[in-house]
């Protein structure tokens, strides 16, 4: 029952027949490649949290890591599979049988085997014929298969294997029980075309009944348009993992892809977007790994507007600049205001602080914006505040800034490093953090909407482990010196 939500974004992009099916499935992987990405780890009771998440989320599959990496990786993989999740549960394992046994210790649904097919992967890494290779997939997918696995065969290097000795792999995979084969772009080469051309020569020789995995890394950037290529082309699964996180520059984002598959493709998949920024803030908490501002659909910025011509757009009928409205996926858009900004977004700004102006006072408010603002790097509520003051003769002292900012002082227990827990601190959304001398070895700045939102940040602060205590001080009025061009705070 595919059906297009948007007609017209859809058309514009001149090919009509572009089609996924909507029993496409979404494998996320962010407990095993997420884990792989440099300098994250992941506590038993946060990997745990994140496959509920998935779960809650609607993704279909969870790769919940590789058990014979380690015992505490082995014990989160079964943990996850007791969780009685809607998800199927697999395990990443290599192609032999005392990793097969570790997975099964673990009560998975599914292995997902893996074994390089590439000849610079079996010349230099795993030192094996051709020969060898075939048997070490037909006696390991057998082995799990016996043992009542649903089995993924990976031909890791796909995509830089000879096609032929890939598609013979493939191919005793699928003899031996394996019903789904992923092709592994695991350096991150292909373009969309290429993916294409790639999934389509793998279901002319392998025919219908294997089903075919996309698993894209981002070497090029090209990591999520690569998975929809795929999928065009007719594969029926795509891995992706929250943040994009994964070896290198990672792999196909959560938020991206099922974002595209609903927008682009009007696929409804029953997935709850609106989870996607709780997602991606706790696995950024989590992992440690700071999602960018400018991120997809998580970032920051992602539904900012600055340009006056752009504002005024958006706030007459936001489709002019927004091919999808933030609340699909929980969020909320942002007027903002510095000397880019035109008439409509500085009145509704002031109309937002309670401020009604006529034209001409409008007008005089942001000739003024642009005056102070072309000064300055920064431009706070206060300065619009000022200027409406000044232009207005009124005094607005009544009104205060719309956002609280907090000055955290956190006292670090003996036994930790100190930044150790810089580096927690620094996945929180707070403006600054500082280490320091002194009785508090940490001073941060943080910005909220409102004190429970503030009282809310510092609660997380105190629940990092190793933070002994915190001091904090709501800052009451902010005042511009000769040097605060540079300053960190801006209210938008
Ligand atoms: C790796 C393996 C893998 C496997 C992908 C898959 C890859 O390099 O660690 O099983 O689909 O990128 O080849 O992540
Ligand atoms: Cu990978």
Do not use: W
């Amino acid at each position: 029952m595919s059906h297009l939500k948007n007609q017209n974004f859809f058309e514009l992009q001149f090919k009509p027949d572009l089609r996924i099916s909507e029993s496409v499935l979404l494998l996320d992987t962010t407990l095993r490649e997420g884990e792989q990405t440099p300098n994250v780890f992941f506590k038993l009771e946060d990997k745990i949290k994140i496959a509920q998440l998935l779960d809650e989320f609607g993704v279909h599959m969870i790769e919940a890591g590789c058990p014979s990496v380690s015992k505490g990786v082995k014990v989160a993989v079964k943990s996850i599979a007791e969780q009685g999740l809607k998800a199927e549960v697999l395990a990443h394992v290599r192609a032999n049988e005392q990793d097969i046994n570790e997975a099964i210790d673990c009560d998975v649904d599914r292995v997902a085997i893996f074994l390089a097919t590439s000849d610079i992967h079996l010349e230099y890494k795993l030192k094996k014929t051709r020969e060898q290779v075939l048997d070490m997939i037909e006696t390991s997918v057998r082995h799990a298969f016996n043992h009542g696995l649903k089995v993924r065969f990976t031909p890791e290097d796909a995509t830089r294997s000879d096609p032929h000795f890939l598609i013979q792999a493939c191919r005793i995979a699928y003899e031996a029980g394996a019903d789904r084969v992923s092709i592994a772009d695991t350096v991150g080469m292909l373009t969309p075309s290429g993916m294409q051309g790639f999934v389509k020569f793998m279901q002319r020789h392998l025919g219908n009944s294997v089903g075919i995995d996309v698993h894209c890394h981002n070497d090029l950037g090209l990591a999520a348009a690569n998975a929809l290529a795929g999928l065009e082309a007719g594969a029926n699964c795509v891995h992706a993992t929250v943040n994009g996180l994964g070896e290198r520059t990672g792999i196909t984002g959560l938020e991206e892809i099922s974002v595209a598959l609903s927008v682009v493709y009007g696929l409804d998949l029953g997935f709850k977007l609106d989870m996607l920024p709780k997602i991606a803030q706790f696995v950024e908490r989590a992992s440690g790994v700071v999602v960018g501002q400018q991120a997809v659909v998580v970032g920051d910025y992602a539904f900012s507007h600055k340009a006056g011509v752009h504002s005024a757009g958006v706030l007459a009928n936001p489709k002019t600049y927004e091919i999808f409205s933030p609340e699909l996926v929980g969020r909320r858009r942002q007027i903002l205001v510095d000397r880019y900004a035109g008439k409509k977004a500085v009145e509704e700004k002031l109309k937002e602080l309670g401020i009604t102006v006529n034209d001409d006072q409008l007008s005089k408010i942001v000739k003024k914006i642009k005056e102070v603002a072309d000064t300055k790097r920064n431009f706070y509520e206060e300065d619009i505040l000022e200027i409406a003051e000044e232009v207005l003769q009124v005094s607005f002292r009544g009104i205060s800034p719309s956002k609280v900012m907090g000055l955290i002082s956190a006292k670090v227990d003996s036994s930790y490093y100190t930044s150790y827990i810089v580096r927690r601190m620094s996945a929180l959304p707070l403006d600054r953090v500082y280490e320091t001398s002194g009785e508090y070895e940490i001073v941060a700045i943080a910005q909220a909407e409102s004190v429970p939102e503030l009282n809310d940040l510092l609660e997380k602060i105190r629940a990092i482990e190793g933070v002994a205590h915190t001091n904090t001080k709501v800052i009451l009025k902010q005042f511009e010196t000769m040097n605060s061009n540079h300053s960190h705070t801006q209210f938008v």
